[in-house]
Nanobody, 125 residues
Framework: QVQLVESVGGSVQAGGSLRLSCAAS????????MAWFRQPPGMEREFVSG???????DYADSVKGRFTISQDTAKNTVYLQMNSLKPEDAVMYYC???????????????????WGQGTQVTVSS
């Protein structure tokens, strides 16, 4: 089993920045992809960004150029640096882990094996 614990989100004004972190524990050697998803109220979870064990990264078009995903393998932690935040970025964010190592990075939430509890990001206009 793998446990994922996200940092507390935060509240910023539009144009501001936040950094989320996700610490993995347990059988972390089994993980290939780590990803961030977000979920607006009443909608399905949508892919935001993913990073592979080899460092390969991918981003949704809506965040490309504004968000950066990174990892500290020694700490089993993945980060999501979010810059130039917009009001539409203000939703729940979830960290996810995938074991199978599918290629390219899975963008469907159903393909992920483990999930964090979620963290709220608030952006005021």
């Amino acid at each position: 089993q793998v446990q994922l614990v996200e940092s507390v989100g935060g509240s910023v004004q539009a144009g501001g920045s936040l950094r989320l972190s996700c610490a993995a524990s347990g059988y972390t050697y089994s993980i290939y992809w780590m990803a961030w998803f977000r979920q607006p109220p009443g909608m399905e979870r949508e892919f935001v960004s993913g990073i592979g064990r080899d460092g390969w990264t991918d981003y949704a078009d809506s965040v490309k150029g504004r968000f950066t995903i990174s990892q500290d393998t020694a700490k089993n932690t993945v980060y999501l640096q979010m810059n130039s935040l917009k009001p539409e970025d203000a939703v729940m964010y979830y960290c996810a882990a995938e074991k199978a190592g599918r290629w390219p990075v899975p963008r469907n939430a159903n393909e992920y094996n483990y999930w964090g509890q979620g963290t709220q990001v608030t952006v005021s206009s």
